[in-house]
């Protein structure tokens, strides 16, 4: 206050506690808050306002006297003067100026105040305070009307017992009219509602400010352990600034009429909201200028409830850090991020969904990927099989939710801090075991597409992170103090608010997370071969890529089955990857890239047509097209095959044991090869016609010397065999009898294998080694089927040479002689010609074995080759090895003119009676037995003439399998079998 001549002072009001008395503060060019004057109007009385706690009313005109003062007064730079005080009542009472105007003699005029009785100490004007108030009672205003309804309309009705809770549910988020009464601290307010209602109008509520903490103005310290029991504890202390802060609210809206926007309230029910007065004709949040004035804090738990985030808040905070300003004064700013990641903005496409909290991008030409944690959120943590983890409740569903939405999708990324987690353990060097995570938000454009299909508006851009709080599938992590966080942090805690009070997700403590069943049969071949008639069944499966090994080779999960698989692309081949030091083949990688972008974690359909020896399931893939543009795709409806489009692209060949001729897909395979060939892309970047050619030569030669005669003069090749050993009724192996090295062998065998070393000797499986027949104790070559056991006491193998297998003692077998490993079996695995046979599981397998041994043993058999497979398996004694040729054993020469011949043939006719009378062939004595038929697929070729002729005859006599009946209307005949995968039939 400001000290004038003849005892006028000046002031700024800054209360009116009453319709007769005036709080004045002085000037605040001074540390700390002015001081203060509370200044009565002297020798006036103004009706006396009720309690807070309504134990007694009002005095009529008591509010209406206190708002025309307040209306006049507050906020404005007034001259006084004290006349007298009261010493008793520690009260000074006085006259004040507005300007040129007296404010006690503009109060007794209009009605609202008295003047005292006279006698002691009076004003010094106050005969013109006693004609002010005659000529207000002549008038009868204010105080002075006569009217019983004015009287009574005067007198305020304070709601009793009002529940401030009550307010939120009709108010919340709208501006609320009221004047602030107190001011508790800088961020605690105490104000009246000025309502419409009649059940809020006059209520008294206490309101936090959302969004901030100021200091307290009084906190007790704590108690001095060693002062004695009945010791004073010392008086409560404000925290520092907390009177700053109190007095910079109290300027602004002690008495002022402002609106309350409730935002929420806490566990402990106190109101919380925003409050909003005039400045220049302009609304302005009382707690952004605390902050920019540094006289609170931004806290998290409240910015929260603010539906319009605490953005600003946080710009205002931080200018008064900035400016080292009161709270801040010895703030130090913290380094900058790892990284220096902020402000790193860029479009991406996402390409894996680790978790429901974590994604990987690839720059928009797929040329690099970056490993993105989403900013201040958690979502729960997926397990891990390998060690043992389980997945915390809903991970699954979240990181399914994030799929859903932006596997595939180009987003915005914007990179906001990094942090080092891990570390050393004990005996590790510094710095080891750390890793550098990047935090960032990724957000999703809606294009207008969706935006028009969407039910309800749809903002242009989607937070990805907001998007898995808001349904209860990741929650946001509370910060400490300066640590960075969120650029959208205020929208995530709104979020989490939202999933709170709907119960969604984590947030619904009451609910059981759903659980997940799912059998992964990727790593068990029987498993697999058990479950493919279920897959070719089904025909297409839908499926979901989970991991993506190589180019061509997939896990997927069949959710319809509840199954994971393992799939391999059928007749595609891509370059396989390096391990360790062993370096990959070219364009591996590349390969892995394209298959990895355009198909993981996608919804794919598959159809299924072999499994292999190690569980893989083999087949064909397609997906939506994405951003593929080939002419192929646009052929098929915006659908792509995988294996095709590696194929055309140059990243895979087709396998050297497929024959696309003999697949029903395999055309389109062999066209994208040669496109890609001739396009010189990748794989195919030194390609030439004329040096393909050449080794196309030179493999066919190489294959036909392997094979020996028969295979190099075709499938027409007449070879004399002699059957070493019936596996089934139409599987056998057979040895040439012609040109064959079996007694050169068989004596080399007995001469090197006694002097072999045994001492050291552990057989393996798969390895070549020499065993002891238990027959006739003689030496021949075995292969090692299974790994040897150590309780077992024996070695299971296969005698190579004659297709026979045998258990026998580590003491029967040596080290082969090296000189005998080059030499390729002798027993090659056959089978007859255009039968089907019933397998040794089956009725009558027996006995169709039984016959085909009698047909067939101790006898050198003339037989023709009618196919030879070009990649037999190696592992000949398998149950479902693939025979190596197809044979017409026992074959005539007499015949081959009427088997080969055409149907109508004029030369048929000069085959004489007694030329057909020759023996006939195995085949056609098992038909002619019952203990087999001809295949379907065979019945148009014309060899089957006669097969079919001896096959009618043995169904008319109801022999072997035609006892009960015919056969024809079999499931497993009621259409060929399809070609496998490597173009086999099955």
């Given at each position: 206050?400001?000290?004038?001549?003849?005892?006028?002072?000046?002031?700024?009001?800054?209360?009116?506690?009453?319709?007769?008395?005036?709080?004045?503060?002085?000037?605040?060019?001074?540390?700390?808050?002015?001081?203060?004057?509370?200044?009565?109007?002297?020798?006036?009385?103004?009706?006396?306002?009720?309690?807070?706690?309504?134990?007694?009313?009002?005095?009529?005109?008591a509010f209406d006297s206190r708002e025309f003062l307040r209306k006049k007064l507050i906020g404005c730079q007034v001259k006084f003067r004290i006349d007298y005080a009261v010493a008793s009542i520690s009260r000074e009472f006085g006259q004040v100026y507005l300007g040129d105007e007296n404010v006690g003699l503009s109060v007794v005029a209009a009605g609202w105040a008295k003047c005292r009785t006279p006698g002691g100490d009076q004003a010094s004007n106050y005969e013109e305070l006693a004609r002010a108030e005659q000529d207000a009672a002549a008038g009868e205003v204010g105080v002075w009307s006569k009217d019983p309804a004015v009287t009574s309309?005067?007198?305020?009705?304070?709601?009793?017992?009002?529940?401030?809770?009550?307010?939120?549910?009709?108010?919340?988020?709208?501006?609320?009219?009221?004047?602030?009464?107190?001011?508790?601290?800088?961020?605690?307010?105490?104000?009246?509602?000025?309502?419409?209602?009649?059940?809020?109008?006059?209520?008294?509520?206490?309101?936090?400010?959302?969004?901030?903490?100021?200091?307290?103005?009084?906190?007790?310290?704590?108690?001095?352990?060693?002062?004695?029991?009945?010791?004073?504890?010392?008086?409560?202390?404000?925290?520092?600034?907390?009177?700053?802060?109190?007095?910079?609210?109290?300027?602004?809206?002690?008495?002022?009429?402002?609106?309350?926007?409730?935002?929420?309230?806490?566990?402990?029910?106190?109101?919380?909201?925003?409050?909003?007065?005039?400045e220049a004709g302009q609304p302005v949040d009382v707690a952004e200028q605390l902050a920019r004035a540094g006289l609170c804090k931004v806290v998290d738990w409240s910015a929260a409830l603010m539906a319009g985030g605490a953005s600003s808040l946080r710009a205002a905070e931080r200018v008064a850090k900035d400016a080292r300003a009161c709270l801040w004064k010895g703030y130090i700013a913290p380094p900058p991020s790892i990284s220096s990641l902020s402000g790193s903005h860029f479009s991406a496409k996402v390409v894996e969904v680790v978790s429901g909290?974590?994604?990987?991008?690839?720059?928009?030409?797929?040329?690099?990927?970056?490993?993105?944690?989403?900013?201040?959120?958690?979502?729960?943590?997926?397990g891990n099989e390998r060690r043992g983890q389980k997945s915390e409740p809903w991970a699954v569903e979240a990181k399914e939710f994030l799929r859903q939405r932006c596997i595939g999708s180009t987003v915005k990324v914007s990179m906001e801090y990094a942090r080092k987690v891990g570390g050393p353990e004990a005996g590790e060097a510094a710095g080891s075991g750390e890793r550098t995570l990047d935090f960032g938000s990724v957000i999703l454009p809606m294009d207008d597409k969706k935006k028009a299909g969407a039910d309800v508006a749809v903002p242009n851009q989607l937070n990805l992170a907001e998007m898995l709080v808001v349904r209860g599938l990741a929650t946001v992590i509370r910060h400490r103090g300066d640590e960075d966080r969120s650029l959208h942090y205020d929208e995530l805690m709104q979020a989490e608010q939202r999933a709170i009070k709907g119960k969604k997700g984590v947030q619904n403590k009451e609910r059981e997370a759903p659980t997940h069943h799912v059998n992964d049969i990727s790593q068990s071949a029987p498993k697999s071969k058990q479950f493919l008639p279920f897959l070719q069944?089904?025909?297409?499966?839908?499926?979901?890529?989970?991991?993506?090994?190589?180019?061509?080779?997939?896990?997927?999960?069949?959710?319809?089955?509840?199954?994971?698989?393992?799939?391999?692309?059928?007749?595609?081949?891509?370059?396989?990857?390096?391990?360790?030091?062993?370096?990959?083949?070219?364009?591996?990688?590349?390969?892995?890239?394209?298959?990895?972008?355009?198909?993981?974690?996608?919804e794919v359909e598959i159809e299924v047509e072999a499994v292999d020896k190690t569980g893989t399931f083999?087949?064909?893939?397609?997906?939506?097209?994405?951003?593929?543009?080939?002419?192929?795709?646009?052929?098929?409806?915006?659908?792509?095959?995988?294996?095709?489009?590696?194929?055309?692209?140059?990243?895979?060949?087709?396998?050297?044991?497929?024959?696309?001729?003999?697949?029903?897909?395999?055309?389109?395979?062999?066209?994208?090869?040669?496109?890609?060939?001739?396009?010189?892309?990748?794989?195919?970047?030194?390609?030439?016609?004329?040096?393909?050619?050449?080794?196309?030569?030179?493999?066919?030669?190489?294959?036909?010397?392997?094979?020996?005669?028969?295979?190099a003069a075709g499938p027409a090749e007449v070879a004399v065999l002699g059957v070493?050993?019936?596996?089934?009724?139409?599987?056998?192996?057979?040895?040439?009898?012609?040109?064959?090295?079996?007694?050169?062998?068989?004596?080399?065998?007995?001469?090197?294998?006694?002097?072999?070393?045994?001492?050291?000797?552990?057989?393996?499986?798969?390895?070549?080694?020499?065993?002891?027949?238990?027959g006739d104790d003689c030496w021949y070559r075995a292969v090692v089927t299974e790994s040897p056991r150590a309780d077992a006491g024996t070695v299971k193998v296969f005698f190579c040479d004659f297709g026979n297998g045998e258990a026998l003692p580590p003491s029967r077998l040596r080290v082969l002689d090296p000189s005998l490993v080059s030499l390729p079996p002798l027993a090659h695995l056959c089978t007859l010609s255009y039968l089907k046979v019933p397998g040794p599981a089956e009725d009558f397998g027996h006995q169709a074995a039984q016959c085909l041994n009698h047909l067939t043993g101790?006898?050198?058999?003339?037989?023709?080759?009618?196919?030879?497979?070009?990649?037999?398996?190696?592992?000949?004694?398998?149950?479902?090895?693939?025979?190596?040729?197809?044979?017409?054993?026992?074959?005539?020469?007499?015949?081959?003119?009427?088997?080969?011949?055409?149907v109508g043939d004029d030369d048929a006719e000069d085959v004489t009676d007694e030329e057909e009378a020759g023996e006939p062939s195995v085949n056609e004595q098992m038909l002619a037995e019952g203990f087999a038929r001809v295949e379907k697929r065979a019945v148009k070729k014309p060899a089957a003439k006669v097969l079919l002729d001896v096959q009618e005859g043995a169904r008319k006599a109801r022999m072997g399998i035609w006892e009960y009946g015919d056969l024809d209307s079999d499931d497993d005949e009621a259409a060929p079998a399809a070609p496998g995968a490597w173009g086999r039939r099955r």
């Open positions: 206050m400001a000290p004038q001549g003849s005892g006028w002072m000046h002031g700024l009001v800054k209360s009116i506690p009453s319709g007769d008395s005036v709080l004045v503060i002085g000037g605040t060019n001074q540390a700390g808050p002015p001081p203060e004057k509370l200044i009565t109007l002297a020798s006036l009385m103004a009706p006396r306002l009720g309690r807070r706690d309504n134990s007694n009313k009002d005095e009529p005109f309309r005067s007198v305020r009705n304070v709601p009793e017992g009002f529940d401030a809770q009550a307010l939120l549910p009709a108010h919340k988020g709208k501006p609320i009219p009221a004047i602030v009464e107190a001011v508790l601290n800088g961020s605690c307010l105490r104000v009246t509602l000025l309502t419409d209602s009649a059940e809020t109008r006059y209520a008294t509520v206490t309101v936090m400010l959302a969004g901030i903490q100021c200091p307290a103005m009084a906190r007790r310290a704590a108690a001095d352990p060693a002062a004695a029991p009945d010791a004073p504890r010392p008086e409560a202390q404000p925290e520092a600034y907390a009177r700053e802060a109190k007095h910079f609210t109290e300027v602004k809206l002690l008495n002022r009429e402002v609106r309350v926007v409730l935002e929420g309230a806490d566990k402990y029910q106190n109101l919380f909201g925003s409050v909003l007065y005039a909290d974590v994604l990987v991008v690839a720059n928009v030409d797929g040329s690099a990927e970056r490993r993105v944690n989403l900013s201040s959120i958690r979502a729960p943590r997926m069944r089904a025909g297409k499966a839908q499926a979901l890529v989970e991991f993506v090994m190589s180019g061509h080779r997939l896990k997927l999960t069949i959710p319809k089955e509840g199954v994971i698989i393992a799939f391999s692309l059928s007749g595609v081949r891509c370059p396989q990857g390096g391990r360790g030091d062993v370096q990959g083949e070219p364009f591996a990688a590349e390969s892995l890239r394209f298959a990895r972008h355009r198909c993981f974690q996608r083999l087949g064909t893939l397609t997906m939506t097209a994405g951003g593929l543009t080939s002419a192929w795709v646009t052929m098929n409806g915006g659908r792509f095959n995988l294996g095709v489009e590696l194929l055309r692209a140059g990243l895979a060949s087709i396998h050297p044991s497929f024959q696309p001729e003999r697949h029903a897909g395999g055309e389109a395979l062999q066209d994208a090869q040669d496109a890609a060939k001739l396009a010189r892309a990748c794989l195919w970047k030194d390609w030439s016609p004329e040096v393909e050619a050449a080794k196309a030569a030179a493999t066919a030669a190489a294959a036909a010397v392997a094979a020996g005669p028969a295979a070493t050993e019936v596996v089934s009724g139409c599987r056998f192996f057979a040895q040439r009898v012609e040109g064959s090295r079996a007694n050169w062998l068989f004596q080399q065998l007995q001469d090197l294998t006694p002097k072999a070393e045994n001492s050291a000797f552990e057989p393996k499986r798969g390895a070549l080694v020499a065993g002891q027949f238990t101790g006898r050198a058999l003339q037989a023709r080759i009618d196919q030879c497979e070009r990649h037999p398996t190696n592992n000949a004694w398998e149950h479902d090895a693939t025979p190596e040729w197809h044979l017409t054993l026992g074959y005539t020469p007499k015949l081959e003119k009427t088997l080969d011949s055409p």
